[in-house]
């Protein structure tokens, strides 16, 4: 069965980084894309970046410049590399592909704050 697992997530200061990633199993690793979304408490989930599985990205306005997003399909793995962040990134992290229905991990809480 499908499975995404995601890991990285926790407190850190304005301007900080932080790297998640998200080990995935049970399909084609390197067939897929695969996304990242984030839920903010009260607010909706929202897309934050996605790969394809030739390696073009895209990123949300609000994270472009800041988040990349990046995969290693020998390790089944995707990433998200996330730098200056800021307390408007406070959410929790979702790691997701799409095979005839979407998928998600468990999530990851990232907290920034000082």
């Known amino acids: 069965q499908v499975q995404l697992v995601e890991a990285g997530g926790g407190l850190v200061q304005p301007g900080g980084s932080l790297r998640l990633s998200c080990a995935a199993s049970?399909?084609?690793?390197?067939?897929?894309?695969m996304s990242w979304y984030r839920q903010a408490p009260g607010k909706q989930r929202e897309l934050v970046a996605s790969?394809?599985?030739?390696?073009?990205?895209d990123y949300a306005d609000s994270v472009k410049d800041r988040f990349t997003i990046s995969r290693n399909n020998a390790k089944k793995t995707v990433y998200l590399q996330m730098n200056s962040l800021e307390p408007e990134d406070t959410a929790v992290y979702y790691c997701?592909?799409?095979?005839?229905?979407?998928?998600w991990g468990q999530g990851t809480q990232v907290t920034v704050s000082s």
């Open positions: 790969i394809t599985s030739g390696g073009t990205t």
């Open positions: 049970g399909f084609t690793f390197s067939n897929n894309s």
């Open positions: 997701s592909t799409t095979m005839f229905r979407a998928y």
